[in-house]
Structures are given as C-alpha cells and as structure tokens.
C-alpha cells in the first residue's frame, strides 16, 4: 500500500505565490509518474500538471509559466509551485502517484491540500 500526503496549501492574495509539497510512503518499488489534479467547487477535476520518470512535464494550458512542477526520486516526493496565482486557481489540490511495489502496480491519491486565492 502507498499513501501520499499533501501539504503547503492556504490562503493567499491574487498575484501571491505557494509551494505544494507531496510525499508517497509505503511499499514503494518504482515511480512511474507523479502528478497534480485540482478540483474547484461544482467542476470536475483536472490535471494541473505531471512529472513522468524520465519524461517531458506537462502542464495545463492555464497554468503554464506561472506553476512549476518538481521531483525528488530519492524522497519519492514532489512540488508545486504555484505564482501569479489568480482566483480561478482556488480548488482542492491533490497528488497522485502510480508505479510499482515491486509485487503489484498501484494508483495512489493524497487526501487533498485547499488552496484559496482571494483578496
């Protein structure tokens, strides 16, 4: 079993800037991907932006050249960091991980971090 644990989230002012933090634990052999989803109130969730091992990022369209994403394979844990962040961007953000426990392949989500750009 792989748990994923987000933090960094809060209240910040539009134009303000945080920094996401998510770390996988568990029986944890090899991680394919890592990735940010959003979901904002009444929509449905999105792919904010994904770190593939050995691959390109990818970023929504909405984000791109104000989000960041990164990864630190030793800590199995990965960052957001968000700037310029507008109130379009308030939404509930979650990670998830999907590899291997070298027995079995898994699909892991964290619980969610609440992020609220408001004046």
């Known amino acids: 079993q792989v748990q994923l644990v987000e933090s960094g989230g809060g209240l910040v002012q539009p134009g303000g800037s945080l920094r996401l933090f998510c770390a996988a634990s568990?029986?944890?052999?090899?991680?394919?991907?890592m990735c940010w989803y959003r979901q904002a109130p009444g929509k449905q969730r999105e792919l904010v932006a994904a770190?593939?091992?050995?691959?390109?990022?990818y970023y929504t369209d909405s984000v791109k050249g104000r989000f960041a994403v990164t990864r630190d394979n030793a800590k199995n844990t990965v960052y957001l960091q968000m700037n310029s962040l507008k109130p379009e961007d308030t939404a509930v953000y979650y990670c998830y991980a999907d590899g291997s426990t070298g027995r079995a392949p898994f699909r892991s989500w964290g619980r969610g971090t609440q992020v609220t750009v408001a004046s």
């Open positions: 568990g029986s944890i052999f090899s991680i394919n991907a």
């Open positions: 770190i593939p091992t050995g691959g390109d990022t």
